[in-house]
T-cell receptor, first 114, second 114 residues
Framework: SQTIHQWPATLVQPVGSPLSLECTVEGTSNPNLYWYRQAAGRGLQLLFYSVGIGQISSEVPQNLSASRPQDRQFILSSKKLLLSDSGFYLC?????????????FGPGTRLTVT | AQKVTQAQTEISVVEKEDVTLDCVYETRDTTYYLFWYKQPPSGELVFLIRRNSFDEQNEISGRYSWNFQKSTSSFNFTITASQVVDSAVYFCALSEAVKAGLIFGKGTKLSVKP
């Protein structure tokens, strides 16, 4: 069966510090991968998606970036965090291909920028 | 533009009551997919159901049922004989293509009291 891991589970970082969140998927090959952010009062927002290694598309311009160095690894980064980056970050995977089937979410990382 | 509206922000019921969560969507595509997710207090999003735009059959799974009506652009979710464990935030979502990810409504927080 497929499982998705995210770490760390919680993170408190000062403004201006760097960020690296990692997501890995097991039990599937060539998945589509996604990063979402859930901020208080703003719902769930798609940040990045990837249909393959090195292929990243950004949905929202911001100071975050994403990378996919391996087939089942997805990393969310920032060089300098802003207060507005606080939120709950969720990684998800979906079946590879062009049909948007359901996505399965990881446990999330709760980020607080102070 | 695509949009999902969940007009009910919070609903509170007593155990064993039936409850319906409303979802209205907007899309210009003729092919699209609709989803419901459950987010318990732990934060992880749990997939419940996917519906394709060309399949208007209603579905029942145990105490859960879904009513999809293209004529009113609605995809409502009913929980029969609610239980305390049903307490969570429920999200309705829409997807037209892989690159768009999931477009979520703002969620409905359901509280089931014993």
């Amino acid at each position: 069966s497929q499982t998705i891991h995210q770490w760390p589970a919680t993170l408190v970082q000062p403004v201006g510090s760097p960020l690296s969140l990692e997501c890995t998927v097991e039990g599937t090959s060539n998945p589509n991968l996604y990063w979402y952010r859930q901020a208080a009062g703003r719902g769930l927002q798609l940040l990045f998606y990837s249909v393959g290694i090195g292929q990243i598309s950004s949905e929202v311009p911001q100071n975050l970036s994403a990378s996919r160095p391996q087939d089942r690894q997805f990393i969310l980064s920032s060089k300098k965090l802003l207060l507005s980056d606080s939120g709950f970050y969720l990684c998800a995977w979906g079946g590879g291909g062009l049909v948007p089937y359901e996505q399965y979410f990881g446990p999330g990382t709760r980020l607080t920028v102070t | 533009a695509q949009k999902v509206t969940q007009a009910q922000t919070e609903i509170s019921v007593v155990e064993k009551e039936d409850v319906t969560l409303d979802c209205v969507y907007e899309t210009r595509d003729t092919t699209y997919y609709l989803f419901w997710y459950k987010q318990p207090p732990s934060g992880e999003l749990v997939f419940l159901i996917r519906r394709n735009s060309f399949d208007e059959q209603n579905e029942i799974s145990g105490r859960y049922s879904w009513n999809f009506q293209k004529s009113t652009s609605s995809f409502n979710f009913t929980i029969t004989a609610s239980q305390v464990v049903d307490s969570a935030v429920y999200f309705c979502a829409l997807s037209e293509a892989v690159k768009a990810g999931l477009i979520f409504g703002k969620g409905t927080k359901l509280s089931v009291k014993p």
